[in-house]
């Protein structure tokens, strides 16, 4: 199947600060990225869908200037969280779709001291 | 929006047993119903999905059913084996884009 990788898969960063993770597609071209976040032991939460050169669409209660998404190209998209506090440590997970099935990156893992 | 409830949120089965995960659906137009595992810490994988226009679909030893009508789906794992455990999560979406997940199945499978 298609892959889909994340960077970093760890990070740790401390408030105030801002961090971003990549998401790309290996050896696809993914029109659509999306974006989950996944608290311990809870199911994946939808934040927001990412279209290649378009503006991303937020799930509702989703703050769109503290999660900027950026879809620049076909393979690769980026969630910047900025001005980060210690409640948006979670576990960050993109996907991509290829026609019919959405592959998921390894998550990236943030802690914010 | 779509709104998918998963039961039970914890499954204990014996190696060998079958194991069943129920899921219900809130929106008759969604029409592709994919099921992932995931291990801790690590990427939920599809393991099999279905689409509305099928009622069964079979592969090795899991199955997934689809009534539409009274908008539920099932997974059904038989013979499970250790390395079973993990959570299982359903989800359900319409025309393959946005996926609503329900709130994951922690399988544990005994020795």
């Known amino acids: 199947g298609a892959v889909v990788s994340q960077h970093p898969s760890r990070v740790i960063c401390k408030s105030g600060t801002s961090v971003k993770i990549e998401c790309r597609s290996l050896?696809?071209?993914?029109?659509?990225m999306f974006w989950y976040r996944q608290f311990p032991k809870k199911s994946l939460m939808l934040m927001a869908t990412?279209?290649?050169?378009?503006?991303?669409?937020?799930e509702q209660g989703v703050e769109k200037d503290k999660f900027l998404i950026n879809h620049a190209s076909l393979t690769l998209s980026t969630l910047t969280v900025t001005s980060a506090h210690p409640e948006d440590s979670s576990f960050y997970i993109c996907?991509?779709?290829?026609?019919?099935?959405?592959?998921f990156g390894p998550g990236t893992r943030l802690t914010v001291t | 929006g779509e709104n998918v409830e998963q039961h039970p949120s914890t499954l204990s089965v014996q190696e060998g047993d079958s194991a069943v995960i129920k899921c219900t659906y809130s929106?008759?137009?969604?029409?592709?119903f994919p099921w992932y595992k995931q291990e801790l810490g690590k990427r939920p994988q599809l393991i099999i999905d279905?689409?509305?226009?099928?009622g069964e679909k079979k592969d090795q030893r899991i199955a997934v059913t689809l009534n539409k009508t009274a908008k539920h789906f099932s997974l059904h794992i038989t013979e499970t084996q250790p390395e079973d455990s993990a959570v299982y999560f359903c989800?359900?979406?319409?025309?393959?884009?946005?996926?609503?997940f329900g709130a994951g199945t922690t399988v544990t499978v005994r020795a």
């Open positions: 929106d008759s137009a969604s029409n592709y």
């Open positions: 996907s991509g779709q290829e026609r019919y099935e959405q592959y």
């Open positions: 279905i689409r509305s226009n099928v």
């Open positions: 990412s279209n290649e050169g378009s503006k991303a669409t937020y």
């Open positions: 989800a359900a979406s319409m025309n393959d884009y946005k996926l609503s």
């Open positions: 050896d696809f071209q993914a029109t659509t």
